[in-house]
């Protein structure tokens, strides 16, 4: 199993640009996470799924938007890029059941210039 | 939602004594509290968590306690090593069937030869 992958590892943007972060997972999880981390700051949650088709609202929602078609893949939206977006970006998936270990991906690091 | 405080921020202890984290939490319906390590450039990996339900675990050097009551849980480590050295976390699901964890700050360990 790979895991939860992320991609891209690295990415500039310009102020008013738009990108997608790609997470996929291969372990059949229902829910799945965006966070985002700031030096000092911890992880933040922008948004959650716990399956497909279901999406909410985390803590840190505004200029992001997800969508979740399929089980294995939940794409983060960044629309008009701005430097406050700059972060360390995090998928990560869990089981529904008992066991609620939340599984990390690699991360993507963007920069908004 | 859930409020997560995590002390200290940065700790430095010397090989082989112990570490002290401590966090506390504002949801007395939260039943779910994990650690996560992250060391440099990675993601975060579950280390240890506990359940409402019980009051101390341990796994080898790592152990977690959780007082309900108080609305507070530490992480332990003894016997540290240099190894130890990451960001650990706290982090509290909030009590509902939603699943959304809400993270500490972090505190950076460092384990000094």
């Known amino acids: 199993n790979a895991g939860v992958t992320q991609t891209p590892k690295f990415r500039i943007l310009k102020i008013g640009q738009s990108m997608t972060l790609q997470c996929a997972q291969d372990?059949?999880?229902?829910?799945m996470y965006w966070y985002r981390q700031d030096p000092g700051m911890g992880l933040k949650l922008i948004y959650y799924?716990?399956?497909?088709?279901?999406?909410d609202k985390g803590e840190v929602p505004n200029g992001y938007n997800v969508s979740r078609s399929t089980t294995e893949d939940f794409p983060l939206r960044l629309e008009l890029a701005a430097p406050s977006q700059t972060s360390v970006y995090f998928c990560?998936?869990?089981?529904?059941?008992?066991?609620?270990?939340?599984?990390f991906g690699p991360g993507t690091r963007l920069t908004v210039l | 939602g859930e409020n997560v405080e995590q002390h200290p921020s940065t700790l430095s202890v010397q090989e082989g004594d112990s570490a002290v984290i401590k966090c506390t939490y504002s949801?007395?319906?939260?039943?779910?509290f994990p650690w996560y390590k992250q060391e440099l450039g990675k993601r975060p990996q579950l280390i240890i968590d506990?359940?409402?339900?019980?009051g101390e675990k341990k796994d080898q050097r790592i152990a977690v306690t959780l007082n309900k009551t108080a609305k507070h849980f530490s992480l332990h480590i003894t016997e540290t090593q240099p190894e130890d050295s990451a960001v650990y976390f706290c982090?509290?699901?909030?009590?509902?069937?939603?699943?959304?964890?809400?993270f500490g700050r972090g505190t950076q360990l460092t384990v000094w030869p």
């Open positions: 990560a998936s869990s089981d529904r059941g008992l066991n609620n270990e939340q599984f």
């Open positions: 372990m059949n999880h229902n829910y």
């Open positions: 799924s716990v399956g497909a088709g279901i999406t």
């Open positions: 949801d007395s319906a939260s039943n779910y």
């Open positions: 506990i359940r409402s339900n019980v």
């Open positions: 982090a509290a699901k909030e009590g509902s069937t939603l699943g959304r964890l809400y």
